[in-house]
């Protein structure tokens, strides 16, 4: 009689953690499917000629 209740709780417990991994598995998924943040192209254009400043700068820098 004990053991019977024993076997159905431990099958229980299994048919829960495998509810628990479908679910965290389908969460990662939500987060890698989110919709990304979109930059103008001005923007790109800003930080691009922000770094070419930088590089000349260091290379202005290299050949003293």
């Known amino acids: 009689m004990i053991e ?9 417990i299994q048919r829960l953690n495998q509810v628990v991994r479908l679910l965290e598995g389908t969460k990662a998924t939500k987060q890698a ?11 790109r254009r800003r930080i691009a000629a922000a770094q070419k400043a930088r590089w000349a700068k260091v290379r202005a820098a290299a050949k003293k």
């Not at 019977?4 to 229980?12: D, G, Q, S």
């Not at 499917?33 to 923007?43: D, E």
């Open 4 to 12: 019977n209740i024993i076997r159905e709780v431990k099958a229980e």
């Open 33 to 43: 499917t989110a919709p990304r943040r979109k930059m103008s192209a001005a923007g």
